[in-house]
């Protein structure tokens, strides 16, 4: 059995690999190869497009750590039997974390002070005004794992009104969180302070919140993404933050990543930039990367996955 790790790891899940099968990293120049006789693949952000399937020989498992599966190419590998699976809900408590603490660096303008003390410059206070989080209104958009824990976070810690849309959901999913439902994004918009994204990027959700969403919103409401870049027309985003139609943004995914220094948004003082960093913590990539070996060795023997997406 020969299992190719095309990304970079953590070693709980190489580990639990290693002890199974022969393994060949990332690291390794053969790695380019993988289509020649991987039996299976372990992979982050890598994409698997439909020509790399067609010229896998042996391929019977892809296992993504994450739950975005929008770098690998769903219907080519079900066309061949290849079986894909993912580990949803793994990084949700790290993600909603990262959500929260966007949210305020934004609202708070806390990179703004940052930035300003470091470049020795004068900090007018005054001139630095935020927001306030007590009891506004914060709009989720998708229901699932992280939009959940961050609607929980949003009303425990500041009494946020929370407004949430999600098509796909059964209307009884949050029964412990108080919240209104949405039938629509042009809704749910107006009525927001911050907007939090939790959704995958598919056919329907790509340019969701397009320049036609953003003029619904108001010109103090903050947009948070940490989903997929695509969600959010860029340009939109910082026409309307430019213009003063809307007071800013954090974000954790863009459309080509990583964002270069030249990006537009970079010149924005009320845009918080991270680098897909919503999982990256310890505890998170411990759990992740063990995961995606377990999923794997249990897919190669024809058991039951916790999420099989092909």
């Given at each position: 059995?020969?299992?190719y790790?095309?990304?970079?790891?953590?070693p709980?899940?190489?580990?639990?690999?290693?002890?199974?099968?022969?393994?060949?990293?990332?690291d390794?120049?053969r790695?380019?190869?993988?289509?020649?006789?991987?039996?299976?693949v372990?992979?982050?952000?890598?994409p698997?497009?439909?020509?790399?399937?067609?010229?896998?020989?042996?391929l019977?498992?892809?296992?993504?750590?994450?739950?975005?599966?929008?770098?690998?190419?769903?219907a080519?590998?079900?066309?061949?039997?290849?079986?894909?699976?993912?580990?949803p809900?793994v990084?949700k408590?790290?993600v909603?974390?990262?959500?929260?603490?966007?949210?305020l660096?934004?609202?708070?303008?806390?990179?703004?002070?940052?930035?300003?003390?470091?470049?020795?410059?004068?900090?007018?206070?005054s001139d630095?005004?935020?927001l306030?989080?007590?009891?506004k209104?914060v709009?989720?958009?998708?229901?699932?794992n992280?939009?959940?824990?961050?609607?929980r976070?949003w009303?425990?810690a500041?009494?946020?009104r929370?407004?949430?849309?999600?098509?796909?959901?059964?209307?009884d999913?949050?029964t412990?969180?108080?919240y209104?439902?949405?039938?629509?994004?042009?809704?749910?918009?107006?009525q927001?302070?911050?907007?939090?994204?939790?959704?995958?990027l598919?056919?329907?959700s790509?340019?969701?919140?397009?320049?036609?969403?953003?003029?619904?919103?108001?010109?103090?409401a903050?947009?948070?993404?940490?989903?997929r870049?695509g969600?959010?027309?860029?340009?939109?985003l910082?026409?309307?933050?430019?213009?003063?139609?809307?007071?800013?943004?954090?974000?954790?995914?863009f459309?080509?990543?990583?964002?270069?220094?030249?990006?537009?948004?970079m010149?924005l003082?009320?845009?918080?930039?991270?680098?897909h960093?919503?999982?990256g913590?310890?505890?998170t990539?411990?759990?992740?990367?063990?995961l995606?070996?377990?999923?794997?060795?249990?897919?190669?023997?024809g058991?039951?996955?916790?999420?099989?997406?092909?």
């Amino acid at each position: 059995m020969k299992v190719y790790v095309l990304d970079s790891f953590f070693p709980t899940g190489v580990e639990f690999a290693a002890q199974r099968a022969e393994l060949v990293l990332w690291d390794d120049p053969r790695v380019k190869n993988w289509y020649e006789d991987a039996d299976a693949v372990m992979v982050r952000m890598t994409p698997i497009r439909a020509d790399d399937l067609a010229r896998a020989k042996k391929l019977r498992v892809i296992a993504k750590q994450g739950v975005g599966v929008d770098t690998i190419d769903l219907a080519a590998a079900r066309a061949r039997g290849i079986t894909v699976c993912r580990t949803p809900g793994v990084n949700k408590e790290a993600v909603a974390e990262l959500a929260l603490a966007l949210a305020l660096s934004v609202t708070r303008r806390v990179a703004e002070f940052d930035r300003s003390i470091r470049s020795g410059g004068m900090v007018q206070r005054s001139d630095f005004l935020g927001l306030e989080s007590w009891q506004k209104t914060v709009g989720v958009i998708g229901m699932g794992n992280i939009g959940t824990l961050i609607a929980r976070k949003w009303h425990a810690a500041f009494d946020a009104r929370i407004l949430a849309y999600d098509p796909y959901v059964p209307a009884d999913i949050w029964t412990d969180i108080p919240y209104r439902r949405a039938s629509s994004l042009a809704e749910l918009l107006p009525q927001v302070d911050i907007l939090t994204l939790h959704l995958p990027l598919t056919g329907e959700s790509r340019g969701m919140i397009d320049a036609a969403a953003l003029a619904l919103m108001k010109p103090s409401a903050v947009v948070i993404n940490t989903s997929r870049g695509g969600i959010v027309d860029e340009r939109a985003l910082y026409d309307a933050i430019v213009a003063g139609r809307l007071f800013g943004a954090g974000l954790d995914v863009f459309e080509r990543e990583p964002p270069t220094a030249d990006h537009p948004l970079m010149r924005l003082p009320t845009v918080v930039a991270t680098p897909h960093a919503g999982g990256g913590t310890y505890e998170t990539q411990v759990r992740s990367s063990l995961l995606v070996a377990q999923q794997l060795f249990e897919a190669l023997a024809g058991r039951e996955l916790l999420d099989r997406v092909a």
